[in-house]
């Protein structure tokens, strides 16, 4: 039995949107059921690089099938300056859960965008309005590209608007879209009053208001995946209906961490977990609904689910390269 290496063209070519999307909604209803096993992140700080790693193990058993992974990550700001490299890789490690056996390595980076796109799109579906055909983006990195992909899986987006300070992403972004949607920058306000925002950036001083978005926009808070990060206003938190991915992650270093730790949200004015909207205990939107915001920190099991895909779909294809890493017995 071989092992399978699966490069970033071959994570992106089997990491199909839809079946992720699927696949990480089965995650956060595991996770809701207490079919998950999901150790909290850990960290080596590395001062001198100015960087740091992160592991990330997961198992989940979603009912037709079950998975197991560590994710292996880093942060290294300097890289793209000094070294020619991106500023965060990453590596995961699929295995099978039965024996152990590491099925695949495969790239983690590439693989962190679509389950995190993918994550978007199932909130979008449970808390976006279900006529919802607009997008707004603040950001327009790389995560972006994903976020529009994703969600247009789960609604019909015909219209997106995109804002970031560097007119360059702008344009590339516009020009990479514009044959399929009605694109076109704008300013915060702008996007916030589309149907559907999702926040990319990595501000830690709030850029989005309640006068920036319309009465019942869907956001998805991306950016804030470490303490102090903070898109939203703490106004337009305390408006909203907030749902979280991880109680424990988002109090930490989510959308919410910084009004949280200073006492302005509690847990009474979050509305709950994904997972449960996922399984039913918990309603979404409803006619009544305002605004909703989805705080999305990033869960291993995420990775985990993408991981099983890209696994499946390349296998079925023949796909990537086979090397015996471990000597059978």
Known sequence: MNTLLLDSDAVDAHARLPAVIDAVEDAFGAFERGTTQMPAKSYIDLPQYNGDFRSMPAYLDAGDWDAAGLKWVNVHPDNPVDHDL?????????????????????????????????????????????????????????????????????????????????????????????????IRGGSISDAGHCDILSTVTPVETPIVGPEDVGDKTHINAIGADAEGKHELADELLEAARIVIDDHEQCTHSGEINVPYSEGVLTDSDIHGEIGELVVGSLEGRTDETGVTVFDSTGLAIQDVAAAHVVYENARGADDGYEFGMIEMA
């Open 86 to 182: 991106p500023t965060v890789l990453g590596t995961m490690i699929y295995s099978d859960p039965e024996t152990a056996f590491p099925l695949a390595i495969m790239d983690g980076t590439t693989l962190t965008m679509k389950r995190t796109g993918a994550a978007a799109a199932v909130a979008t579906d449970y808390l976006a309005r279900e006529d919802a055909s607009s997008l707004g983006i603040l950001g327009a990195g790389v995560q972006s590209y994903t976020q529009l992909r994703a969600i247009s899986e789960v609604r019909e987006i015909d219209t997106v608007v995109v804002t970031d300070q560097d007119d360059e992403r702008v344009t590339q972004f516009i020009e990479a879209f514009e044959s399929d949607f009605d």
